[in-house]
């Protein structure tokens, strides 16, 4: 049997897989694993896929739902959130709850344990702020894991599960710590103090923050369930001080990185080389964000890819920089 996967990609792409299992507990996804025949591909809210074919693998769909109190401290608070569960929809959660530390992150499409993979981050927050642990189910023998902080290579855009431990595991679960202090919040980011400013809020809570984040999202970033997209295709290019100085433009904007590193908004480079608002048939880079590559309709995936490859090129001739996809490509 073929099942479409149109519906579980916020792309939009019509893909299809042999076998799509639906994960609703952690003994069912132990009971599968020893039965798989290859190794599945896990798919969460489908926001950071581009299908370019069908797929042959055993696609796991992950519906594991849940949110659970461990600890509560006097300035903090220890929660388990399972995989399935939407991550905007807990960040609301969080907030509604007094627990705070991710409101920057409101509005991230997808699910909570894609969370961890990409390590996930918004105007000057990233999930690697906040965790405590993750929890995963490796395929290889069906048994549970549990990665502190440090075991999970957190990076930009980046960590152990998308490198060593890609298709090897499947996350069930993250415990973040949260504070409970409404003061820590971080609102110095350009473009939230710009709005806060807008709105003559001068002492902002983490709920203000959430909604102007939300705001500032809405403004920029296409629905995909109007436009099929996965948010920020590229990752932003970040570079030596060395390879920086090599390449820098007069009016190129750049943010110094604790490192030493300097890291470049590819927005502004594919904005500057002339691709905001391009179209080319079904599929085309957005009018309000360059960053976000959308399907109008009928694209395929390899349509997309194809666009992707030539911003790509167009940026490396221009400004001998390597834009990388922060979506993953499928295969």
Same mark, same amino acid.
Request: glycine content about 8%.
């Given at each position: 049997m073929r099942f479409s996967l149109k519906n579980l990609n916020t792309f939009g792409i019509e893909a299809h897989c042999q076998n799509l299992i639906e994960i609703k507990s952690i003994a069912q996804l132990k009971e599968i694993v020893p039965t798989l025949k290859n190794t599945p591909l896990v798919l969460g809210g489908g926001s950071n896929i581009l299908f370019t074919q069908d797929v042959e693998q055993d696609i796991l769909h992950n519906t594991l739902k849940g949110i659970q109190l461990l600890e509560e401290k006097d300035e903090s608070a220890f929660i388990k959130v399972f995989s399935g569960e939407n991550w905007h929809q807990f960040v609301e959660w969080s907030l509604s709850k007094g627990f705070y530390g991710i409101e920057n992150l409101s509005l991230i499409p997808g699910s909570c344990g894609a969370a961890p993979i990409q390590n996930i981050g918004a105007y000057g927050v990233e999930l690697k702020d906040v965790v405590d642990s993750v929890e995963v189910v490796d395929f290889e023998e069906g048994k549970t894991q549990t990665f502190t902080k440090t075991e999970c290579k957190f990076g930009y855009r980046d960590s152990i599960f998308k490198n060593e431990l890609k298709s090897k595991v499947f996350i069930t679960s993250i415990n973040l710590k949260l504070s409970? *202090? !409404? =003061?820590? +919040?971080?609102?110095?980011?350009?473009? /939230? %103090?710009?709005?806060?400013? $807008?709105?003559?809020?001068? *002492? !902002? =809570?983490? +709920?203000?923050?959430?909604?102007?984040? /939300? %705001?500032?999202?809405?403004? $920029?970033?296409?629905?995909?369930?109007?436009?099929?997209?996965?948010?920020?295709?590229?990752?932003?290019?970040?570079?030596?001080?060395?390879?920086?100085?090599?390449?820098?433009?007069?009016?190129?904007?750049?943010?110094?990185?604790?490192?030493?590193?300097?890291?470049?908004?590819?927005?502004?480079?594919?904005?500057?080389?002339?691709?905001?608002?391009?179209?080319?048939?079904?599929?085309?880079?957005?009018?309000n964000q360059a960053l976000v590559l959308v399907n109008y309709g009928k694209a395929s995936g390899s349509d997309i890819l194809n666009l992707a490859r030539d911003i790509q090129t167009d940026i490396m001739e221009k400004y001998g920089i390597t834009l990388q996809p922060e979506v993953n490509i499928w295969p």
């Amino acid at each position: 049997m073929r099942f479409s996967l149109k519906n579980l990609n916020t792309f939009g792409i019509e893909a299809h897989c042999q076998n799509l299992i639906e994960i609703k507990s952690i003994a069912q996804l132990k009971e599968i694993v020893p039965t798989l025949k290859n190794t599945p591909l896990v798919l969460g809210g489908g926001s950071n896929i581009l299908f370019t074919q069908d797929v042959e693998q055993d696609i796991l769909h992950n519906t594991l739902k849940g949110i659970q109190l461990l600890e509560e401290k006097d300035e903090s608070a220890f929660i388990k959130v399972f995989s399935g569960e939407n991550w905007h929809q807990f960040v609301e959660w969080s907030l509604s709850k007094g627990f705070y530390g991710i409101e920057n992150l409101s509005l991230i499409p997808g699910s909570c344990g894609a969370a961890p993979i990409q390590n996930i981050g918004a105007y000057g927050v990233e999930l690697k702020d906040v965790v405590d642990s993750v929890e995963v189910v490796d395929f290889e023998e069906g048994k549970t894991q549990t990665f502190t902080k440090t075991e999970c290579k957190f990076g930009y855009r980046d960590s152990i599960f998308k490198n060593e431990l890609k298709s090897k595991v499947f996350i069930t679960s993250i415990n973040l710590k949260l504070s409970k *202090n !409404p =003061t820590l +919040i971080r609102s110095e980011y350009g473009s /939230i %103090k710009e709005e806060l400013l $807008k709105q003559g809020i001068t *002492n !902002p =809570t983490p +709920i203000d923050i959430s909604k102007t984040v /939300i %705001k500032i999202r809405q403004s $920029k970033l296409p629905d995909p369930k109007n436009l099929g997209n996965a948010g920020s295709f590229f990752k932003n290019p970040v570079l030596s001080l060395e390879e920086f100085n090599l390449i820098r433009h007069h009016d190129m904007p750049y943010y110094p990185q604790a490192d030493g590193n300097v890291k470049v908004p590819a927005a502004w480079l594919i904005e500057k080389s002339g691709w905001k608002g391009y179209r080319r048939g079904d599929v085309g880079c957005h009018y309000n964000q360059a960053l976000v590559l959308v399907n109008y309709g009928k694209a395929s995936g390899s349509d997309i890819l194809n666009l992707a490859r030539d911003i790509q090129t167009d940026i490396m001739e221009k400004y001998g920089i390597t834009l990388q996809p922060e979506v993953n490509i499928w295969p």
